[in-house]
């Protein structure tokens, strides 16, 4: 059962905090259809935590049920911030359970900030079950879905040291040809981030594929890099 206090507390912060001058431009900027209440990422996060602490879940069947809750019966959408932002309670992490809970978020979320929102709990859940999550993000690569795909590009964005350099490239790979911005944005996103790591296996597999990375892909991965 989910926890109806704790999202009764967090639904009650988030519309004391809101702001309708900054919701309708909010708004605007994410091209969303669901409203916006105006409150900042940040104050979001700040109400979730508090309401956690005060209202903690008794268990991760029940954190998950209330991720669910609150996610399917958002009318706002700093309400699915504030579902994504509860799936980081500490006793969550590297749970693979909470998988599907990802799952859910990618694919009736379709729009990058929630998309990205759960970009670094897969992250955790590969650096937890690397043979599990790595079968399952090449999977991915090749959905139907652009945005799972996009989630498994992004999937080790700040791993550095402890990335899985096969994977990252094989689900690059699998994506070379896709005209999808949000798909050639993340190709080059993921590479400029390995690249602080290990600048040398971003210049290589950018030469290696030159001509099937895009433009924006090539510009973004090599960003950072000195010419």
């Known amino acids: 059962m989910a926890n109806a206090e704790l999202i009764a507390a967090i639904r009650s912060e988030l519309r004391t905090e809101a702001d309708p001058a900054r919701a309708a431009g909010a708004q605007a900027y994410m091209k969303s259809e669901m409203p916006s209440l105006g409150v900042r990422v940040p104050a979001v996060r700040r109400i979730v935590t508090t309401a956690a602490r005060e209202l903690p879940p008794a268990s991760l069947e029940e954190l998950i049920s209330t991720v669910q809750e609150l996610w399917r019966s958002a009318d706002w959408r700093e309400e699915r911030y504030a579902a ?10 590297g749970e693979f359970s909470m998988l599907p809970v990802y799952e859910e978020i990618i694919r009736s979320g379709a729009w990058w900030d929630l998309v990205d ?16 999550m790595a079968a399952l993000l090449r999977r991915w690569s090749t959905d139907g879905d652009f945005w799972i795909r996009r989630a498994s590009i992004t999937a080790q964005l700040g791993a550095k040291s402890a990335t899985d350099t096969a994977l990252l490239g094989d689900v690059i790979e699998a994506n070379l040809g896709d005209q999808e911005f949000f798909i050639r944005k993340a190709i080059g996103w993921a590479l400029r981030d390995y690249s602080a790591t290990d600048p040398d296996w971003v210049r290589t597999f950018v030469e290696r594929h030159r001509s099937g990375l895009s433009p924006l892909s090539t510009a973004e991965a090599l960003r950072k890099l000195p010419r």
Do not use: K, Q, Y
């Open 117 to 132: 929102g759960v970009s670094h709990r897969l992250r955790a859940l590969l650096l937890a079950h690397r043979p599990e």
């Open 84 to 93: 994504i932002d509860l799936t980081g309670l500490r006793f969550a992490a």
